[in-house]
Antibody, heavy 117, light 108 residues
Framework: EVQLVESGGGLVQPGGSLRLSCAASGFMFSSYPLNWVRQSPGKGLEWISH????????VYADSVRGRFTISRDNAKNSLYLQMDRLRAEDTGVYYC??????????WGQGTLVTVSS | QSALTQPPSASGSPGQSVTISCTGISSDSHDHVSWYQQHPGKAPKLIIY???KRPSGVPDRFSGSKSGSTASLTVSGLQAEDDSDYYCASYGGYFNWVFGGGTKLTVL
């Protein structure tokens, strides 16, 4: 069974940093691209970053480019999101998501990030 | 690519059919259009990919289609458990995606 378990969310002040992790199991981790998708409170979904299985050429949404860094450790079956210079509008639930055939086929349960003073 | 446009709400009675639209799909999507169901407090679940394909385990009451820049999700034979939020998504080229704003489907 495919499982994706996020951790690392919490309360952080504007301008601060946070690092999210996602532990994966149940599939050949290095063979699949992964993404982070977030959802602001009461709002819709927003794709924010993608990384291929070979950990090359990550891609970012305009809203986070230059502030967030996606990475993965295939030896540890783990995905990460380093979030710097956080803003209030970054508040939301962050999901670790596997993509297959250009669709998001497995999602984690999400981790809540709150940016507030 | 800008966010896709969905109606904020839709409704139908048990047994009826409801169609949710998703407009603004770029030609760069190459038919990589998907739909997700999200119940309150839960993670989204993939229900349609590549415009009209269903993952294993998704009932055939759910179907998808696309015409020009508009994709549609049809839920036939509405059931109480279909009461949920639905999101469309489109591949925008070069490994980035855009979602629709979501539609709250109410089963009356």
């Amino acid at each position: 069974e495919v499982q994706l378990v996020e951790s690392g969310g919490g309360l952080v002040q504007p301008g601060g940093s946070l690092r999210l992790s996602c532990a994966a199991s149940g599939f050949m981790f290095s063979s699949y691209p992964l993404n982070w998708v977030r959802q602001s409170p009461g709002k819709g979904l927003e794709w924010i970053s993608h990384i291929r299985g070979s950990d090359v050429s990550p891609v970012y949404a305009d809203s986070v480019r230059g502030r967030f860094t996606i990475s993965r450790d295939n030896a540890k079956n783990s995905l990460y999101l380093q979030m710097d210079r956080l803003r209030a509008e970054d508040t939301g639930v962050y999901y670790c998501v596997r993509d297959h055939e250009f669709a998001f086929d497995h999602w984690g349960q999400g981790t809540l990030v709150t940016v507030s003073s | 690519q800008s966010a896709l446009t969905q109606p904020p709400s839709a409704s139908g009675s048990p047994g009826q059919s409801v169609t949710i639209s998703c407009t603004g799909i770029s030609s760069d999507s190459h038919d990589h259009v998907s739909w997700y169901q999200q119940h309150p407090g839960k993670a989204p679940k993939l229900i349609i990919y590549e415009v009209n394909k269903r993952p294993s385990g998704v009932p055939d009451r759910f179907s998808g289609s696309k015409s020009g820049s508009t994709a549609s999700l049809t839920v036939s034979g509405l059931q109480a458990e279909d009461d949920s939020d639905y999101y469309c998504a489109s591949y925008g080229g070069y490994f980035n995606w855009v979602f629709g704003g979501g539609t709250k489907l109410t089963v009356l």
